[in-house]
Each structure stands twice: as C-alpha cells, then as structure tokens.
C-alpha cells in the first residue's frame, strides 16, 4: 500500500459521516441556547463590524474580520462549490446554507471564547484560539497541545495547495512558467510575513473587500445575462436537496455529506476552530463583540460568494454531476448529468461558465479571482499555524524557532505550488478533520463562560451601555488579558 492509499483511508476514517452529523447537532445546539445569535444578533453584527478599536497588543475588529475572512474566502468558493454540485448534485447548496445558518452559532461560541481566554505573547501581542482556551477552560495541557499541533500541520499543508492552485491558474490562463510564479509568490510572502500579524491584518484589509467585490460582480453580471434561467435554479437547488428531483432524487445523503464537508472544509469553516485565532487578535471591550463579527464573517462566505459561485455554474447549467452508487470507472461513463464531458470537477466549472456568458474572459477570470483568494488564504494559514506554535513555546521569545519554521513554511508552499499537490490536500483534509473533532467536542465542554458572557453583553445592551468585561464579576478564570 502506498503513501497516497493510506492517507486516503484516514481521510476517509476523520470525514465519516459522523463528523458530518456532529458538526449539525453542534450548530442546532449552539443555536438553540444562544436563542438564535446568528439572527437576533445582525445589527449589532453590521455595527460592530466597523469599530475602530485597537491598541498596541491587538488589532481592529473589521481586520480581524478581513484576517478570519482570508481563510473562509479562498480557493474553496470556486473549486469547492464546484466539487459540491459535482459530487452531491445542486442540492448540496442547500445543505451548504444550512450548515452556515447553524456553524455561525458555533462561530459565535468558539471565538467568543478565545476572546475570553486570549492572551499576549513575547511581543506583547494578543494570542489565542482552541489551543488556549482548552488548556485555560478546561485545564487539559495534552489536549491543547494535540490541538496545536494537528493545526501547525493543517496550515502547512493547505498552504501548499492554495499555492499549486496559483501556480496552475497563471499557467493555464497566460501560460507563465511555474517556477517564475513560484519565485514571485515566495518573495512575496516572505516580506509579509516577517511583518507579523499586523502586517497580515494590513494586508488583508484591503485585499480581502477588494477581491470579493470583483468576483461578485462578474458572478452578478453573468447571472443578470441568465436571469431568466435564476428561479429556476432555486427551485432545482431545492427539489434536488430533499430528494424530489427526478434526475437527483437518490442523491440526497450525498448531497448532504457534500454540503456540510465542503461549507466546513472549504468554505466557512464554523467550528474548525481556525476563525478563532484571528478572533483572539482584535482589540474589543467584550468578547461577545468579536463573537459577533465572526459569526457575521460566515454568512459573507458562505450566503453571499459561495451562493454567487453556485448560481453562475447552475444558470449556464454547465456542469457535471457524478453518480455516487458507481466507483471504479472512468468519471465519464458514471454521470448522471453531463453537460460538460471530459471536464474534471472544480475551477473549470467556473471558467466555462463565465466564458459561456463573457467570451475570452472566462479563463483569465478564474486566474485573476483564484490569485488574490489564494494568496490571502495563504497569509490567514500562516497566521494559524504561527499562533499555535507560539502556543507551543509557551509564548516564551525563541525567534530562532519562529524563523525555523517560517522558512519550512515556505519551503512547503513552494514545494506543493512546483509539484502535484493531491497528497498536500489529502493530509490538509485530515487535519481539518481532526481540528473539527477537537474544536467541536471542546467548545460543548466549554460553552458556559461563552454563554455567560453573551447574557453579560445582552444586560449592558439593555441598559444602554457599552459592555464592559468583566470576568470575576461573571466568575470565569484564567482570563489572563483580560485581567492585567
């Protein structure tokens, strides 16, 4: 057995269906007993968004935003809602929604309580995330570290991929070499990095709104040109979600695995724990403030450009879609639609819809969007990996491991952008597994200091104040930050 066939059958052990279920009741649970957050809340959400606090040791909630955001947007809003309808049919969409609505309670919980359990590091800069708030809520060390280390993992190897799929794009779209986009790529990286997380958070800032604006509006643009074909799409979206369409009908487990694999894979990552790390770094008065822009970050993947690249593949209606009772054949002789033969699942959904509707733009668009949402994916990774390995140095100054593994980080990215990175996304895939079981499980155990401090926030709301953190008052310790 080879190195591929085993990482494949632990991937297939961590994205078993009971993750899939755990991840749902997870987000139904945090949504019943935060009484719906993630709608009660939307005002306060746009509102807090745009505060400008911020301080030496932290940064603004909107870059913390943008931070969180770079990792959600990226790559897997083209390639992975490409692969939902591919693999689960239109209706994964659906089950896309679905896993949003609800992951955004647990977005709420998760960075709600890294904002509670945050602390500085050497640099005097605020750190945190699961690794943190599971050694100082639930005074686990070994968890924590496990935690950390399966992140420090993750993050590598998915910056691998994300890197391969720059390099693929400039290639296909303007036949660059891939070694010259790599080099480009490297440098470019390099001088962000060294920068820290500020320098991360500036960059993202800008570049994040910017990106997701453009693709936006060629994704509007092509749908206005098939606008009579929009309500229909809905209405296949939902026939095929629960099983009423006469093409899709058998589909709808697939469709659901596919739908909650690829909103938290891919796409919103609710409950990963990975949104959390940037969620640590804002400067806020309340953490159920930081709490609520994160939640709020999930609905702009997931409703707005996962759901725009949705309805610019299925307006063309230019896309594939497989049959999941057949393996072992060629993908072609397994379709159950197939509107565009010999077309591997992914991007190139995107590039023939948009060429369909804009003639000789198609394929340059797909580069130019892949290009931005991978590079900031790239920085937001970095980042994660980096706090967790600060977490591990127990945020003791050791710049001489910090630099060690900022070059292995680029090594990596440069590796997996000069060569095939299938095994890169496999392991990626299993360490987001792996941070999903441990995140989820330990946000269930934790949830009450989240819980207090949202009551806290709602009873300074009601009064009229701006809300104030206390922790003793609410009884929760170890809230290090806080506290000094």
Known sequence: MNVESIVNAL????????????????????????????????????????????????????????????????????????????????????????????????????????????????????????????????????????????????????????????????????????????????????????????????????LVPLMAIAYLLVAAMVMVLNADKVPEVAALVLRSAFGMDAAFGAMIGTAIQWGVRRGVLLSNEAGMGSGAHPAAAAEVSHPVKQGLVQSFSVYIDTMVVCSATAFLILSTGLYNVYDPAVNGIPDDARLLLGNLPGVEAGPRFVQHAVESALPGFGRSFVALAILPFAFTTILALYYMAETNISYLCRDRPMPWVMGGFQLLFLLATGYSALNSATVAWSLGDIGVGLMSWL????????????????????????????????????????TCAWER
């Open 439 to 478: 995140n989820i499980l330990a946000i269930l155990l934790l949830q009450r200091p989240a819980l207090a401090a949202l009551r806290d926030y709602e009873h300074h709301r009601r009064l009229g104040t701006d809300p104030l953190f206390d922790p003793h008052r609410l009884g929760v310790r170890n």
């Open 11 to 206: 991937l297939g052990v961590v994205w078993s269906p009971y993750l899939v279920v755990l991840c749902l009741l997870a987000g139904l649970y945090f949504s019943v007993r935060t009484r719906f957050i993630q709608l009660r809340a939307l005002p306060d959400m746009l509102r807090l968004v745009f505060r400008h606090e911020r301080s030496d040791a932290g940064v603004s909630p909107f870059q913390a935003l943008s931070l969180s955001l770079s990792s959600r947007v990226g790559v897997g809003n083209i390639a992975g809602v490409a692969m939902a309808i591919a693999f689960g049919g239109p209706g994964a969409i659906l089950w896309m929604w679905v896993v949003a609505f609800l992951g955004a309670s647990s977005a709420f919980i998760e960075s709600t309580l890294a904002q509670i359990y945050k602390d500085r590091d050497a640099g005097g800069q605020y750190r945190g995330g699961p690794a943190y708030y599971i050694e100082k809520g639930l005074g686990q060390r070994w968890y924590a570290v496990l935690f950390a280390l399966v992140a420090v993992l993750a993050g590598a190897m998915l910056a691998g991929t994300q890197s391969n799929a720059i390099t693929s794009a400039v290639n296909e779209a303007w036949d660059v070499p891939v070694v010259f986009t790599t080099g480009a790529l490297l440098v470019a990286l390099g001088a962000i990095l060294v920068g820290g997380v500020r320098r991360i958070a500036g960059v993202a800032q800008w």
